[in-house]
Every structure is written in C-alpha cells, then in structure tokens.
C-alpha cells in the first residue's frame, strides 16, 4: 500500500470524523444482534476493540465501535463484543465466547483481533490472563492463583484456531486482524509486533486459509505519515487506548483493508462514501 493512499484513508477518517466524546450515553451490556432476520458482522477482542461499555468514558474508544459507520445496518447488523482487559485466553475460559457463539449464524462474519493481553502473566493473583508465546500445540498446567481451579493454558496461535474452528461450524467466516499498535516511536517510526503476536496471528490466518487484515502494520503506517505530534492527538495518556477520532481512523483503516482482501465477505454491505461520513457524525 502506498503512502499516498495511507495519507489519503488519513484524510478521509480525520477531516470529517474528529468528534467529542462529550454526552457519552450511559454503559450499556455486551450487545447482540438487533435484528435476527439479518446477517452480522461480530468483532470480538479487547479495549482497543471495545473500550469499557463502548460509551466513550474516559474519553477512551475501540475502533470497533466506529465500524457501524461503514455499513447498511439496515442490512446488516454490527455487533461488538470485544471486551476490555481480556486476552484471546480470558476471552475463552471466562465465558464470553461461550455466550457470543450461539448468536452467530450462517452467513455471519467473526472479526478477532487480541494481543494486547495476551502478554501478560500466564499465572498471578491479579489477571491471570497470559497465553504461552507462538501458534504450537505447547501448554502449560497450572492451579489459577486467581479462579483456584486448574487449568490448562495454550499457544495464542491454539485459541485463535479455536476461535476460527467454532465460526466455521456455525457456517460463518473467520477474519483475523493483527493488534492496532499503540503510541510508541523509536528513531521517528511506530514500534510495530512483527516479531511476536502481529506476526503469530498472520501465521494462523495464513495456515488456516482466513482472510487476514495486518492493522498493526498498516496503522502504524498511517500514523507514520502523519508524524509524531499529530498522533497524539489520538491516544490518551497510557499510548494504548484511543480517543475517538483515533478508533475512528482504525475503523477506517481496518474498513480499507477488508475492501483490499480477494473476497471481502462484507463488500455488499458497505455504504457509499458520503453516507459513511453522514453516519460517523452522530
């Protein structure tokens, strides 16, 4: 992708799209979906996916709550049930997979994207939320510091799999994306997770034969052309979380790398340019 089309889906998200986060309605439960006639698109992931209750608080917002803007929801429904402070592990043995899954039906599309938590501790008294580091078949048999129960913990690239195993048997489509980097620069360029869980991801969608939508790359990218100071203005204080017109120029990037894939499983459910632009001013 070349920089000028990075600078102009920069445009295109910024110019139009930078809002208050002022008046944010109150928290709301993991949503479903509003109209059960119509297919959906679900995302599941963590805060930089769904911040909080997805209401803006602390001026913090997932880039999956703007993807709503870029669809006919009069077509399709847009679920967004990532969910803060959850790793593609926690994700799993907490139950909220157990409780997206009956929702999702043939026809649906599942967007994944984790590996902000999955970093952390495999066992402590605090999170315990940690996978083992790379896509093999290792595990790790603990007794949970937090739950008190045993468990057996797996790869990042094992609950990916698991994740695109369950869509596929409910007749849907797995798409993975790789974690949208955060504030962080060396030497004038975005520190990017090449080596670790951006690459892992992209190795499961490419041996499982998923589409693929490499956001840490490509966001990083974006924020390149922009400059240091610029991006500021799209993070709070930690360099992890966005602000609104910061989720707002990830959806779009993500939106432009669906449309960039052989086969966008979402392409007959995208609005026109100026419709999308109508619908991020809410």
């Known amino acids: 992708m070349s920089r000028q089309t990075i600078a102009l889906c920069v445009l295109l998200s910024v110019a139009p799209?930078?809002?208050?986060?002022?008046?944010?309605?109150?928290?709301?439960?993991?949503?479903?979906?509003?109209?059960?006639?119509?297919?959906?698109?679900f995302h599941i992931g963590d805060s930089t996916v769904r911040n909080g209750s997805g209401n803006g608080a602390n001026g913090q917002w997932g880039w999956g709550d703007m993807m709503s803007c870029y669809f006919d929801t009069t077509r399709v429904n847009v679920v967004n049930r990532a969910?803060?402070?959850?790793?593609?592990?926690?994700y799993l043995t907490q139950g909220h997979w157990e409780r997206t899954l009956p929702m999702i039906r043939r026809g649906d599309v599942v967007i994944m994207q984790f590996g902000h938590n999955d970093a952390s501790a495999v066992n402590d008294t605090s999170r315990a939320r940690g996978t083992i580091h790379g896509i093999g078949e290792e595990t790790e048999e603990i007794d949970n510091l937090?739950?008190?129960?045993?468990?057996?913990?797996?790869?990042?690239?094992?609950?990916?799999?698991?994740?695109?195993?369950?869509?596929?048997?409910?007749?849907?489509?797995?798409?993975?994306?790789?974690?949208?980097?955060?504030?962080?620069?060396?030497?004038?360029?975005?520190?990017?997770?090449?080596?670790?869980?951006?690459?892992?991801?992209?190795?499961?969608?490419?041996?499982?034969?998923?589409?693929?939508?490499?956001?840490?790359?490509?966001?990083?990218?974006?924020?390149?052309?922009?400059?240091?100071?610029?991006?500021?203005?799209?993070?709070?204080?930690?360099?992890?979380?966005?602000?609104?017109?910061?989720?707002?120029?990830?959806a779009q990037l993500a939106v432009f790398e669906l449309s960039q894939l052989p086969t966008n499983p979402l392409a007959a459910y995208l609005r026109r340019d100026e419709a999308v632009v109508q619908a991020c001013k809410q």
């Open 17 to 41: 799209l930078a809002l208050s986060a002022q008046g944010a309605p109150p928290p709301l439960p993991l949503p479903a979906p509003r109209d059960t006639s119509l297919p959906t698109v």
């Open 83 to 90: 969910l803060g402070g959850r790793s593609s592990r926690t």
């Open 146 to 250: 937090l739950t008190h129960q045993r468990e057996v913990v797996h790869t990042f690239g094992w609950y990916l799999r698991r994740f695109i195993s369950d869509t596929r048997a409910r007749g849907a489509t797995p798409v993975v994306a790789s974690r949208v980097p955060g504030n962080n620069w060396v030497n004038g360029a975005v520190q990017r997770n090449n080596q670790d869980f951006a690459l892992w991801a992209e190795q499961v969608a490419r041996a499982e034969g998923v589409a693929f939508l490499d956001l840490n790359d490509l966001v990083a990218r974006a924020y390149e052309v922009l400059g240091e100071e610029s991006v500021k203005r799209f993070f709070v204080s930690d360099r992890v979380h966005t602000t609104l017109s910061g989720a707002k120029l990830n």
